[in-house]
């Protein structure tokens, strides 16, 4: 089997129930997005970041291809065949809790922060960014998204804000405020 099928050179491409689509279609800019996302994630990776936080970002790049493919399945028969697709409600307590957790580290926030810092710090800045563009995308999707996948990306812009303030901390980079 080749990697390429070249099923897709008209512009268009398959979702999981078979349907064809366009390459710009909402639903595939959502899961293109998402995507993009786990490469930053892999890139903050690269960039150098402690033993703690590479084993966090780790488990946020799993949780994004099973929330790819949750995106590029509007009729959710994926979610019912593939447990390593299920993302839900105990997913988005367990970012609030990392959230949590990690700001307990952190000085409190009296001003905006201009993203960059360390390496690590300034992807994991630009992989919130990232996230903020996908879940954009994301509430414009007809058929709607299950609000579980909405909430948890919502969730994780705000773990990724904290992530990048730890990983510039642990570097001993200090924030610019604004």
Not at 2 to 18: E, I, K, N, P, V
Not at 20 to 38: F, T
Request: aromatic share 6%; hydrophobic share 45%.
């Amino acid at each position: 089997m080749t990697l390429y099928t070249r099923t897709g050179d008209a512009g268009d491409t398959s979702l999981f129930d078979g349907t064809r689509v366009g390459k710009a279609d909402p639903r595939v800019e959502a899961y293109g997005g998402i995507d993009e996302l786990n490469a930053w994630l892999g890139f903050a990776r690269a960039a150098g970041i402690d033993a703690e936080l590479d084993a966090e970002v780790v488990r946020l790049q799993r949780d994004l291809l099973a929330f790819g493919a949750r995106l590029a399945d509007p009729a959710g028969k994926i979610a019912d065949r593939e447990t390593k697709a299920a993302l839900g409600a105990a997913d988005v307590t367990r970012l609030e809790g990392q959230i949590d957790r990690f700001e307990m580290e952190l000085p409190p926030l009296e001003r905006f922060v201009l993203a960059g810092g360390s390496p690590a710090g300034a992807a994991l800045h630009v992989a919130r960014t990232v996230c903020r563009r996908a879940e954009r995308a994301m509430v414009a999707l007809r058929p709607p998204v299950e609000a579980p996948l909405l909430q948890y990306v919502n969730r994780l812009s705000d773990l990724l804000f904290v992530l990048a303030r730890v990983a510039n901390r642990r570097a001993g980079v200090p924030e610019t405020e604004w």
